[in-house]
């Protein structure tokens, strides 16, 4: 049930999934609170702020967002499981979803291999350090003692004070990709969030392996771009599409029918900013939610029909503020 005050007129919540949007990790400092601000006034759903190495720490943001809306769901995506003490998180996030109730959403990933290992922070085993981190959170959050003596994770005995203790706690999902990831977080996670670009055909290949067994939400981050003019909206997208040169984007492609001429193009362009920009049109229009208004729901409605359950546009371009204006007309 979404939660609304009668001065704010809400217009977007597409079939069963909702419409958010990204803080890009770059926005400047003056504008973040603008940004949610104005995301929220206009109906977003949701707003999702990023911890990328070398940017702003994840939960502060969350912090500063939900003090300065009054509506709007605030995701955090992702924290690394590597970086922080699971006890110590549990008490920083319960700290959030008490003073904001039912308003927070938290994922937690493996981070950047290449981030992780810089800071000494990357495990031998990531996927048991994420299997063990986000279950040992849960419970924390619950309000349930733990004694956990696992390979990564070790808790004697501790339990969150019962005036510490949201009354609902949080929903924790897993940041991940590739099978095996995809496969702990259906085990242990509320739900997957799933980092651009995000196509229908790779959420149906994810869901495959996420397998769920109960209720599971699945967040998905994309390059957005809006414009009445198609090409404008193309071209905007297009820059932000580098990302998809680096391997570590290979699971999201794999199910795409132009995959092996993707990857061909790849091979033959010597950075990620000559390859995006040799993208053609048609697969910046399946990579990103890009177009018109109309073309951009269109894409939205195949991504919630696939089992999206919560769409992040992620704003792209030299102005946030402007290109989250253009956004707003999908809703």
Known sequence: MRREPAEVEITMTTRDGTIGVLLPRDTPTRDIIPFARRAEEHGFDELWVVEDLGYRGGLVQAATVLASTTRIRVGVG??????????????????????HPD????????????????????????????????????????????????????????????????????AVLAGVRGPKSLAVSGDVADGTLLAEPVTPAYVTEALKHIAPTRPHRLVAYNIAAIDDDPAVALATARPAL???AEPDWRPHIAPLPFHDDLVALRSRCDSAEEFARALPDEWVRQLAVAGTPEQARSTLAGLLDAGVTSAILAPVGPDYRASLESLAAIL
């Open 78 to 99: 992702l924290l690394p499981a590597g970086a922080r003490n699971v006890a110590f998180t549990a008490m920083e996030i319960a700290s959030l979803a008490q003073l």
């Open 103 to 170: 308003r927070l959403d938290i994922a937690v990933g493996h981070g950047m291999p290449s981030w992780m290992r810089s800071v000494g922070a990357w495990p031998k085993s990531p996927l048991t350090l994420l299997a063990e981190y986000i279950t040992v959170l849960k419970s924390l959050l619950s309000g349930q003692p733990v004694d956990q003596h696992g390979k990564y994770v070790h808790i004697d005995g501790v339990r969150l004070h019962e005036s510490s203790t949201p009354a609902v706690a949080p």
């Open 242 to 244: 580098a990302v998809v």
